[in-house]
C-alpha cells in the first residue's frame, strides 16, 4: 500500500506551525532564566515552510522546492541543536553554527543547475542533518553538569532516533545508488523515510515542550524559596529547613 505522503507532509506543517505558535507565547512569558525557548519556536515555523516548499515540487522553480527547502531543513536541525545549547546554558557559538547550511546552500545550487546526480546531493543533505541530531541526543545525555531529568531522556532519544533513520537513508543511497528529491513521487521506501522523519519531527517538540515544562516546574519551586534579589532562602524556605533540621535533631 502506498504512502499518501503529500497528506502526511501537510498534516506535519499544520501540526508545526501550530506548535511553534504556542512555543512564541510561551518565549514571552517565561522567565529570563530559561533561554532557547524562541529559537526552538522559529525552527517549527522554517520546517513547517520547508516541507510545503518540497510538496511544491515540480509545480514551483527548483531553486524554492529542492534548494531553499533542503537548506531550510539543515537550518532547523542546527536551530535545535542551538536552542538546546542556550536551553542547557552552554556556550552556543551564535552563527558559526550555520556555516554547514550556507555551504550547503551553495552546494545545492551547484548541484540542481549543473544536473549533478541526486545521489551525490541527497547522501550530502541526509550526511549533514544526520549529524546535527546525533550532536544534539548526545549533548543532552553526556557529560552534564546536573542530573539527567526524564524529559531529556526522551529528546535524546527522538534525536538519536531520527539520526539513525538518517542514518538508514544514507545505507539506502549507498546500496541502491538512488536519492529521489522529488518528494511527493518517490517509491515506497522514499515515502516511508519521510513518514518516519515527519512523525520524528513532531515528536521531538512534544518531547522540548515536556522538557520546558519540567524547568518550569523547577523554577517555579524555586523562586518559592530564593529571594530574587539577595538570591538567599526567603522566611518559608528557612522555617521549612528549621523544622528539617529540628526533625532531624530529635
Not at 547550511?101 to 543547475?113: E, G, T
Not at 531520527?162 to 518517490?186: C, E, P, Q, R, T
Amino acid at each position: 500500500m502506498n504512502v499518501h505522503l503529500g497528506t502526511i507532509i501537510l498534516l506535519t506543517c499544520l501540526i508545526t506551525f501550530t506548535m511553534g505558535a504556542i512555543l512564541f507565547v510561551v518565549a514571552r512569558s517565561n522567565p529570563p532564566q530559561i533561554k532557547g525557548v524562541k529559537e526552538w519556536a522559529w525552527s517549527c515555523v522554517i520546517q513547517g515552510i520547508a516541507w510545503l516548499l518540497m510538496t511544491g515540487r515540480g509545480q514551483i522553480p527548483d531553486f524554492f522546492s529542492i534548494v531553499v527547502a533542503n537548506t531550510l531543513l539543515i537550518a532547523v536541525t542546527t536551530m535545535q541543536f542551538q536552542s538546546i545549547l542556550r536551553f542547557k546554558e552552554r556556550r552556543h557559538y551564535g552563527y558559526k553554527l550555520f556555516i554547514p547550511s550556507i555551504i550547503l546552500f551553495l552546494l545545492l545550487n551547484y548541484f540542481v543547475y549543473f544536473r549533478i546526480s541526486g545521489f551525490i546531493f541527497g547522501t550530502v543533505i541526509t550526511l549533514v542533518g544526520m549529524t546535527f541530531c546525533f550532536l544534539s541526543g548526545f549533548f543532552l545525555i553526556l557529560r552534564q553538569r546536573h542530573p539527567i531529568i526524564f524529559s531529556e531522556w526522551i529528546l535524546s532519544s527522538v534525536f538519536i532516533l531520527i539520526g539513525i533513520i538518517l542514518l538508514l537513508k544514507i545505507g539506502h543511497i549507498l546500496i541502491f545508488n538512488s536519492a529521489n528529491v522529488y518528494v511527493v513521487s518517490g517509491g515506497q521506501i522514499q515515502g516511508l523515510f519521510f513518514s518516519l522523519i515527519c512523525i520524528a519531527d513532531i515528536l521531538l517538540t512534544f518531547s522540548f515542550a515536556l522538557m520546558l515544562n519540567e524547568r518550569f516546574k523547577e523554577e517555579i519551586l524555586r523562586l518559592a524559596k530564593i529571594d530574587p534579589l539577595t538570591e538567599v532562602y526567603n522566611r518559608a524556605a528557612m522555617e521549612q529547613l528549621y523544622k528539617n533540621e529540628l526533625r532531624r535533631a530529635k
